[in-house]
């Protein structure tokens, strides 16, 4: 897998997600934009506003509102995310996405991958929940596979006691016990809490993770 870089030093499989991205961003019509993702309780805004987030807070501002949340991260965020939502719209979403696009912002601790991670995820929270027919390519998602640990995974708290995921469109696995089948990109989000639309998931299982 290539580590070719832009000039602001975005590997290029970030790049070219965010990029994906983008473009993805720049189809939808309002009612899509309104549209519920499979973040609970955000529409996709929400989720767009979330991402852009690195780019629209500083470290003062963000150190700020953690306080205001009393440390707790998912408090803060979701406020964030509300409220630029609502302040940009689904423009003012496009062009912050156009500024986060070029970031060579990273996660404190993941470095790229873990920004591809979080491009990736919520990503799918987006297209999956909108139904549309993308397939993130298989280079980007087996970087963001390659390093799930059941600590990782216990972030999520999604309970996984019992269930092997199996991937129909690559040698991977996760877990043990009765098979729990579908793309790589779907089963990625069963280990994140996701509940997905009927019919991508296959095995006995499946009913506890959809939507």
């Known amino acids: 897998m290539s580590d070719a870089s832009t000039s602001l030093e975005i590997p290029d499989w970030v790049q070219g997600e965010r990029s994906d991205l983008a473009a993805i ?28 987030m690195p780019v629209r807070v500083s470290t003062p501002r963000f150190v700020l509102e953690m306080v205001g949340a009393l440390g707790r991260f998912n408090v803060m965020a979701d406020r964030r995310a509300r409220a630029d939502a609502a302040t940009l719209g689904p423009d003012g979403l496009r062009a912050a996405f156009e500024q986060y696009r070029s970031s060579p912002w990273k996660p404190p601790g993941g470095g790229f991958e873990g920004a591809l ?25 087996d970087r963001v596979l390659g390093p799930q640990t059941p600590r990782s995974v216990k972030f999520f708290g999604v309970d996984l006691d019992g269930i092997q995921l199996v991937a129909d469109d690559r040698d ?7 098979p729990l089948r579908g793309l790589a990109q779907d089963l990625l989000l069963v280990q994140c809490g996701r509940r997905l639309p009927a019919g991508r998931l296959r095995g006995d299982a499946a009913d506890r993770f959809r939507a």
């Open 25 to 52: 961003l720049d189809d939808l019509s309002p009612e899509q934009w309104s549209a519920p993702s499979l973040c609970a309780g955000w529409r996709v805004q929400e989720v767009v506003a979330h991402l852009v």
């Open 117 to 141: 991670s979080h491009d990736v995820i919520h990503g799918l929270d987006i297209t999956t929940a909108l139904r549309l027919d993308r397939v993130v390519p298989g280079d980007r998602i």
């Open 172 to 178: 991977w696995t996760y877990g043990s016990g009765a």
